[in-house]
């Protein structure tokens, strides 16, 4: 059975930062891109950034230069390091594993940003 748990979201106040996690299993953690993925209420979940199975990255244009995404695959999991946080960023935060064409998504953490 494939899971997907992430972890790491919460309340911040603007210009502070959160950490999310997304631990897998029941999949061969390191063959899989994985993705970061948010849905703010009233509108369309979209990507926030990816990293391949080898490490390439992707960013949405909205989020360059605060947000990192990482992988470690000795724990088979993935991060989304998030800096310099504004209210826009507001969402339910999801991650997704990937690999030709087979798709799993996590349940969502919420991220709140306000003071």
């Known amino acids: 059975q494939v899971q997907l748990v992430e972890s790491g979201g919460g309340l911040v106040q603007p210009g502070g930062s959160l950490r999310l996690s997304c631990a897998a299993s029941?999949?061969?953690?390191?063959?899989?891109?994985m993705g970061w993925y948010r849905q703010a209420p009233g509108k369309q979940r979209e990507l926030v950034a990816e990293?391949?199975?080898?490490?390439?990255?992707n960013y949405a244009e909205s989020i360059k230069g605060r947000f990192t995404i990482s992988r470690d695959n000795s724990k088979n999991t993935a991060y989304l390091q998030m800096n310099s946080l504004n209210p826009e960023d507001t969402a339910v935060y999801y991650c997704?594993?990937?690999?030709?064409?087979?798709?799993?998504w996590g349940q969502g953490t919420q991220v709140t940003v306000s003071s």
């Open positions: 997704k594993a990937d690999r030709s064409g087979r798709e799993y």
């Open positions: 029941g999949i061969s953690f390191s063959i899989y891109g």
């Open positions: 990293i391949t199975r080898n490490g390439n990255r």
